[in-house]
């Protein structure tokens, strides 16, 4: 075979690299979790200031202006409230739920997404989207098994509404680069807030990491950094509706790793909850690569 016939489509390299995004970010849950008995919020600075270095760096090598257009500014600093508040949540979540639970709650921002869209960017939500979004929530009660004798229930919580705000923080940021910010400058932009959001509740409550702590939380922060910038190239290499649904493999991912690293088994209820989830999501991906070909067609 020739060197012509080895070389990948832009579909393919669009799926390796989403699915290196997914491995990242598992990478980045098990780095929170060795972590140890850190503060939420020391860890979530580590994981942006990490982010904000090599952000910046990217964003003046690529000589992108640090200059946002004052409509599109309400959307970023949204993207930036949003975001942190999701990043807090499921840090909260990791900490104190099996990895693959943590995950899969937080992979319900597609789902919130296609609600906030609704209201910020007045989008219309189909008959089958919302049949996914209340499927999807469904399995997220699976997960959740609410009951007042679950300890389980709080942190779960925090992970529902968790994948809450990242749902939110994408909506705003779909908004915002559709004004013509680019997406670096919009992460950075978010790196920078919550680690100056995290600083007065560091300050209160400082814990000292050891160095094996600290090696962990560059780490994180260096698989964050790492998962953003392979979702962001997954996406110029091929649409969100061909390659999206290959970003729940991270919940596969979560799953190896907890068992491995933390002896964790999901029960029965929570391998439920993750298939109903990704029957929506899969259900939801179908309809609109078929609704787009429909459009292509009129």
């Avoid at 939420?40 to 200059?67: D, G, Q, S, T």
């Avoid at 179908?286 to 787009?292: D, G, L, P, T």
Wanted: proline share 4%; charged share 15%; aromatic share 14%.
């Amino acid at each position: 075979m020739t060197a012509r016939g080895m070389r990948l489509s832009d579909r393919t390299k669009g799926v390796l690299c989403i699915l290196g995004s997914a491995l990242c970010f598992a990478g980045m849950s098990a780095f929170v979790r060795l972590a140890g008995e850190l503060p939420v919020f020391e860890k979530a600075f580590f994981r942006n200031f990490v982010a904000a270095v090599i952000v910046f760096f990217l964003v003046r090598a690529r000589h992108i202006p640090l200059r946002i257009d004052r409509p599109s500014r309400k959307y970023v600093l949204l993207r930036c409230i949003f975001g942190t508040a999701g990043l807090l949540l499921n840090f909260y979540a990791i900490d104190r739920l099996q990895l693959a639970d943590a995950n899969m709650l937080n992979k319900l921002s597609p789902f919130f997404a296609i609600v906030f869209s609704c209201f910020l960017l007045k989008e219309k939500v189909k008959p089958v989207q919302a049949l996914a979004v209340a499927g999807a929530f469904l399995g997220a009660l699976l997960i959740i098994k609410p009951s007042g004798a679950n300890l389980r229930l709080i942190p779960a919580i925090g992970g529902f509404f968790g994948g809450m705000g990242a749902g939110a923080a994408y909506t705003c940021l779909r908004k915002a680069t559709g004004m013509g910010v680019r997406s670096e400058l919009v992460v950075l932009c978010f790196s920078c807030f919550s680690c100056l959001f995290t600083i007065p509740f560091i300050a209160a409550d400082f814990v000292l990491p050891t160095a094996r702590q600290l090696l962990l939380l560059i780490l994180c922060g260096c698989c964050g950094a790492g998962g953003q910038f392979c979702i962001t190239a997954a996406y110029t290499f091929a649409p969100a509706r061909e390659i999206s649904v290959y970003d729940y493999t991270q919940v596969i991912f979560s799953a190896v790793i907890g068992y491995f690293l933390f002896g964790q088994m999901p029960d029965i209820w929570s391998f439920v909850g993750y298939a109903v989830i990704l029957s929506m999501a899969v259900v939801n991906f179908i309809y609109n690569n078929r609704a787009i070909a429909a459009d292509g067609r009129a």
